[in-house]
């Protein structure tokens, strides 16, 4: 038997939030250290006193902001590697930072080394941080047993996926929507969590109330109606409560601010990627002889098209020849030199110039193809709501969801970004997509997509044919 205990939500936050206060406490203090003793002649002769501690909090401040908000915190929730990167990646902005602010206090230019040697220690801290907290909910705190309630054989997929987290996911009974009241509250009061999706709104309805009254942990799969919703504003004019739906999008204030950011932000990565543009172009045009950046028609905000640039990662005319296929791993179109700026994501880089020109973001949902958002927009009509934002070079899909993920689950993703929208929740992302760089998952191809329908084909058969043998 599982000897491993099973927190509550309450405790798992409680005890999260300790965890990162231990490590930052640690960070701090290396800090300090480094600070105090990394330099042979004292640059800072004014804080020798009470205000090294106060630049000691600063840091620890920072360094708690920056991985909290690169979702380096989440011990159990996410893999290791992923936590590896978000607490590497957060560190660097900090001690980046930090130097700058070195130089101010000192009123010159202070040396990197000790910073450099203090963010070589940070990584070796990070891992074994990560590495003991991941250690200690493997082998202490199990999942929950967790009942699935479908309704369509899509809906089965999710399973799938939650398999792939059985760490944390523990998927043991699945039971179809359709079967009678009574039976669906046997199964619910025999398992420890209940997952909902694509259940018929009165039975999801009955079956939430259910779970809450009996204190029963229930996960639902949103629908688009739930998007919206989560973004409405609360109006309080009369004594019945009303949430108010405006699908406008951003407001005019948050579209001027986000175009701000958008101009400056593009300017200074132009700046820095100067190098990176001139010699990929050239390795790109050493390679054929063709050209170098390769344009593409995309659809942005209220279903204007525009061209996106990219640097060309294959053959001249492969779009010609299969533009309706996408090019997989091994895909014979594409050049050595694309293989490499492809793995990099260097071929996206010349989207700052649409940036720069107002065709896009640098956050919002990623710009499709015309003839996709046709087909898309036919199989499901709810897509189009998604363009009533500029296209981005990252957004909420590109970093929770992967290459293959469904239109629907796309249009999800994307609508909960422009539901939700903040310049935090920009700032945010932007921070979770040099994560997201370092991730295989995310970019798994569509060859992976159909191995995964014909598994949830195969499991949907299962499930029917056990459902009536039962019956």
């Given amino acids: 038997m599982d000897g491993r205990q099973k927190l509550s939500a309450d405790t798992k936050s409680m005890v999260r939030f300790l965890e990162g ?3 930052v406490a640690v960070l701090s203090v290396l800090y300090y250290f480094f600070w105090r003793y990394g330099h042979k002649n004292d640059p800072f002769p004014g804080y020798s006193g009470n205000g090294k501690y106060v630049l000691m909090g600063l840091y620890g401040l920072l360094s708690w902001l920056f991985i909290k908000n690169s979702d380096g915190f989440q011990f159990g929730n996410m893999r290791r590697l992923d936590l590896s990167i978000a607490q590497w990646v957060a560190m660097l902005i900090v001690n980046v930072v930090t130097y700058f602010q070195f130089c101010l206090i000192s009123n010159g230019v202070v040396s990197p080394v000790p910073l450099l040697a203090l963010y070589a220690v940070d990584v070796f801290v990070c891992v074994a941080f990560i590495g003991l907290y991941e250690f200690l909910y493997r082998h202490l705190y199990a999942p929950h047993r967790m009942l699935m309630i479908y309704g369509s054989d899509e809906a089965v997929g999710m399973k799938l996926k939650l398999d792939t987290r059985k760490e944390r996911y523990n998927v043991c009974r699945m039971v179809s929507a359709s079967e009678p009241w009574d039976k669906l509250v046997r199964e619910i009061d025999a398992a420890e969590s209940v997952i909902v999706n694509d259940v018929p709104a009165q039975l999801r309805n009955d079956i939430l109330k259910y779970c809450y009254k009996n204190q029963i942990r229930i996960y639902m799969v949103p629908k688009i109606t739930d998007i919206l919703i989560r973004g409405a504003r609360n109006i309080s004019a009369v004594d019945t409560p009303m949430l108010l739906v405006k ?39 050493l390679e054929d002889g063709g050209p170098a950046v390769f344009k593409q028609r995309r659809v942005t905000r209220w279903g204007k098209e525009f061209d996106i640039l990219k640097f060309r990662s294959m053959i001249v005319g492969a779009e010609k020849k299969a533009h309706s296929i996408p090019a997989t791993g091994r895909d014979p179109r594409i050049t050595k030199v694309g293989h490499v700026i492809r793995a990099a994501r260097i071929d996206e880089l010349p989207q700052i110039l649409n940036i720069l020109k107002g065709d896009m973001s640098i956050v919002g949902p990623r710009p499709e193809r015309v003839e996709h958002v046709r087909k898309y927009s036919k199989e499901v009509p709810e897509f189009a709501y998604r363009l009533k934002v500029k296209g981005g070079l990252t957004g909420y899909a ?23 929208y903040s310049m935090l929740l920009d700032i945010k992302l932007m921070l979770l997509t040099v994560r997201v760089l370092f991730s295989k998952s995310s970019t798994e191809g569509f060859e992976v997509a159909r191995e995964n329908e014909k598994r949830q084909e195969a499991l949907a058969e299962q499930l029917r044919h056990e459902e009536s043998s039962e019956n």
């Fill in 21 to 23: 206060l231990a490590e």
């Fill in 247 to 285: 699908g406008i999008g951003l407001t005019v204030g948050q579209r001027f601010f986000k175009r701000a950011s958008d101009i400056v932000l593009s300017l200074a990565a132009l700046v820095i990627t100067s190098p990176i543009f001139l010699v990929t172009a050239i390795a790109i045009k």
């Fill in 398 to 420: 590109q970093i929770y969801g992967k290459y293959n993920t469904s239109a629907y689950d796309k249009l999800r993703l994307d609508l909960m970004y422009i539901e939700n």
